[in-house]
Each structure stands twice: as structure tokens, then as C-alpha cells.
């Protein structure tokens, strides 16, 4: 499953450049509209290496799979895979605010669908287990769906308030999480 | 053969996605074309999905592998590989007969492949062996395709009808292959 | 090494789909236009595949690597990478001759680049090694580039006729290598 | 992270050439537009081909990764990942100046993040490791950004110099690393 999920993981992160279209003419104008696609790409890539970082750690722990872990981490692929839809709408319009707005849901979503993993990771593995023990409880789990939500409101407000959201969430899980190389 | 095959369908898994074009403009409205694109996307994603758990649960048990275990398994891969291709066929033209026929016709090609696979598999390991004994018969083996031949008809009924079919096998498959599992 | 090899092959194989665009529209005769290409895809899947089956069995007798042998992989994975190009290119002009050439030139050079590759690895062995003895001589690896270039002069007679040497070389190749199998 | 770092780059390795876009008519003039993309191609192939080896050999000596490694990881992977838009906007516009500084100054960065990934690595070894030891030191990881430098400033005068800048670090680096073989 690891090896599998690393596999999608590491596909999306590499076509999200094909949004990325090639400018007709060579000037340094028109590379301007690259600009937007370019920084609404670096902000999904350090989102989907937070993403890979995170899995990668937790499922070093994992010692039992079944078929709800397997769909519940086919899910949270699902979502992420809908990044580079999403990077793409929103750097092609320059973060305007639907875009933005699709972009945030689609975050909200892979946060919820992470969540469900881990929910679905401690089942299979027991509430006492060695992995529910390591991976404890952490503030950012919380935060980042609260602070996702309050991105997409204030996105209706301004695109900018919402961008402000996507990049404070990334900054507070710029670390990898640390609770399994604790334990 | 397992790598291989899990990172060809992870590949196939996420280039499917490249079929939801980024629309030109930023209102929800622009975003409607791309709505029957993902509907077919969601659809063939828990279908690939299927794919991956059962044919991952299976490779894990075989011990013997030939020239001709090996063409199966291509075989399974390069109908899987026309799924991007008939789905952005199907999402692009609304659920249209033509596309869901076409749609229907690659996944039974699929099953078909998948039901060769498992016969090459059991041939090469014996009737008699571990591997066969595990594998047992699977009612749902022989309903799929019936289902989408069934499906296939249905569709110049309506197309509708035809994804009804499609969504029906998604259902009885939803839950991975229990059998080796339990064995 | 193999593992970097079987997911460039992997992403080759796949990617080459995307050589299918989807048509507009959505009656059987939109997809005609998609016939020859879909033709040309079957093709290249099995040369492709056929380049896997080889390289898999090859590599896994493989005890030694060195710099060499590293790029002799390389340069193979850089002929092969070419192939979904040429087959675009074969397709979407109904196997005109100039490009039934290309693909011709395309094919020659991946043989020819497998061949360079088994002396490499044979250099680094020893010729009189396990690795040399297992691999010993094929009338296949001599046959395939001289079917090759008559078909690539037969082209230029009919294209139709190097199409035929296509298909006669995936005929002679499409059981897997046996020599490893064997010893 | 060595698995995910060759599935990265692999992909990039295999999509590049789908900047490699199959023209429309089948005589050998239509390809002439195609050779300065291909030449393009070949170009970034021995360049991440090069990566691809030194950071392989590199992995293969890592006994310990933390947090601050992974990032310095991805941070290779994102530079490298614009290879494909560098190369295309390069071949697509004839080798003209700003696309092929732009080109350089992505190899550049992509150099830089290679020599930011092998201090993180010796940081985290420790500075009297058998690690750093073997990595000691190679004047090509000082000679390439000084060249890459050079052939930036040497691309306003003429973009061929600028090439000849980008050539000369691919031949200077082609035999892969020997530090780590030998050690």
C-alpha cells in the first residue's frame, strides 16, 4: 500500500507542471502569465510533499491493513489527485476568488480524508495499540480543517485572505510531524 | 511483476484526472462542463480501485510466474490503460449512448482480462495448489460481466440504465476480495 | 536500477494512451479518426511490453553495475521513451510512410540500444561469468534489427510492408526471453 | 525517500517528452519545427539521467534521514521538476536567449539544491562520518555552478555560448560519481 500510495503521491506532484503551459514567443512578457500558475504551483507542491512526508511516517508504523484502511487511503488519494485540477484552475485565473474558494474545498477535503485514515488506521490497530500511542493526538490536526473553513469564508471577502489560510496552514505542518520520530 | 503492474495502474489511476481540463474563466459556470467529466472520474477511480485491491490481494499469493502469467497480466493492463481515454469520452459528451457503450465495453474487456489472469495463474500453480484452493470461485467473478453485457444492451434503452449497471458492479465489488483474506 | 527502469517502462507504456485524444462528439463515427491511432497503440503496448518481459528477466540475473551499464540503461530508457512520440506520429497519419520510417528508425534504435546494454553488462561480468553463460546467443537479437532495416526500405516500397515487419518481430519476441528462464 | 525521489524522477524523466508535440501532416518538413525540441530533450534526458545517477549513489550511503533532509530532497525534485517546462520553452522557441537563461538558471538552481541536499546529508551524518568521508569533496560541485554562472552572463551575448555553458557540465559530470564506488 505504501509503496502504491508513494507511486500516486509522487505522479501528482510531477503533472501538476503540465499546468504549467508552454508561452508561445520567447520574450520576457510572456512568460507574466506563467507567473500565477508558477506560484499557485509552488504552494500545491509543498502541500502534496507535507502530505507525502506525513503518510510516509505514519504508514512506517503500520503493522495491519484491511479493506477499509485500503479505501479510506484510496480516498484521501482521490482528493489529492484533484490538486492539480484545482492548482491549475486557480493559477490560470489569477487567484480569483472561485478558483481560490475550489481550491480551499479541495484541501478541506484531503485534511478530512487524512483524518479518516488515521481514524480508520487506530480501528484496525486498537485504541491501546503502539500506533495509536505514537501517533497521540496533535493541535495541527484540528487547526488546519478550523483554519482551512475560515479561509473559505474569508475568501468571499478577499482571495487574498483565503491564499493567507493555504499558507499558514502549510507553514504550521512545514515540519513533519514529529510524533512518530518521538516515539 | 506486482511493482510494475501497481505503478502502471497508479499511473493510469492519475492520468485519468489530465481528462478534467482546466475551463477558460473563473465563474461557477465555466466549472459546468468539467461536472460530468468528474462524475466519470469518480466513477473509474473506485473502479481502478478495484482493480488495484483485488489484483494486489491476488499477487500477493501466487508463488509461480511465466512467459504467460506475465502476457495475462499485461493483457489486464492495457484494457485498464484505455480507461482515462473512455472515460474523458464519456464525461465529455454528457453520459451520450455511445460513450457509456464504449465505457461498458472496455470494462468488460477488463473483466474478461482479470477473470484470463486468475485462470493463467491457476493453471500455472497446479488446481490442486494453495494458491487455487485460496482463490476459490467468487459468484461475483461470474455476475460482473454478465452484468455489464446486460448494461451494455440496456444502454441504447438509455444510457442511464447503462451506468446503473456500472455503478452496480462498483457496489458488489466495493469491498475487497475477501477470499484470500480468509484463507 | 531495475526499479527506476520498470517505472520509466511503466510511465512510457501509459502515457503513449494519451497519444488517443478524445474527439468531439459523440457518434461512433467521431471516433474514427481514433482507429489508426488506437492500432498503432496496440503495437507499441506490445513492443513495449515485450522490452519489459526482456529487460525484467535480464536484470534480474544481473550481479554487477557499474557507470557503464548505468547508461547503456539509460540510453535504451531514452529509445523507448521516444516510442509514444512515434507512434503519435504513425497514428494520427494513418501509417503514411514517412512516419511508419520514423517508427521504424525509433524501433531499430531501441534494439539496438538493448543489444549495446547486453554487451555492457556482459563487459562487466566477464565473458565467462554465470550472467554471460545464462545469456548466451540468440538468433532473435541478430534477426529483429535485420528485419528492421529491410522493413524500413520496404517502407519507402509500401508502408504497409514495413508495418509487416513490425508485427513479424513482436511475433518472433512475443514468447519472453527463455534463456534465463532455462538455465 | 530513495523510492519516492526515483518514481519523481523518472516521471519527469518520461513526460518531458510530451513536449515533444506530434504535428500535424506526415512529410519530413513537418518535423522540422519537432528537431530543436528534440535536441532540447536530449539535452535535459543526460542532465537528469546524471542527477538521477549521483543522487542514486548518493542514497545508497545515507544511513540516517531527518526532517530537514526530506525537504532538502523535495527541494532538488521541485527545481528538477521544471526541467520539462524549461526544455520546452527552450526547444519550442529555437534556443532564443531568454529561454535559454531561463533554462540555466533553472539548471542552476537545480544545482545549488543538490549541493543544499548533500550538506543537510552530512549535517545529519555528522561531520566525521563514514558518510562524509566517502563523500569527501569534487571540484565539479564547484566548478558546475561557477560554469552555469558564466554561461548565463555568455547567453546575452549569444545563446549558442550559453549552450556551450550548459554542455560542458553534462560532459564534465557524464561518468557518474566515482567518490561513493570507490569508498
Redesign the interface.
Known sequence: ?E??S??????????M????K???????ET?RPVVPVFLSY?LS?VHI?IY??NH?HMLQRVTHV??GV??AN?HL??WL??M??AT??MG??DF????VA?YLVDLLACAMAYFLLERSLIARHGRDSEFARALGRSWKDKASPAIYLAALGLTFVSSWLGLLGVVTVAAIW???D?RF?RA
Open positions: 500500500m509503496a502504491f508513494d507511486g500516486v503521491i509522487a505522479i501528482i506532484l510531477t503533472i507542471v503540465l499546468e504549467m508552454v508561452p508561445h514567443g520567447h520574450s520576457l512568460l509552488i507542491f510533499g507525502w512526508n510516509h484491511g479493506g485500503l479505501w484510496l488519494l482521490f489527485s484533484l492539480p485540477f491549475g484552475f490560470e485565473n480569483a476568488q472561485i478558483p475550489l512545514f515540519i513533519p514529529r520520530e
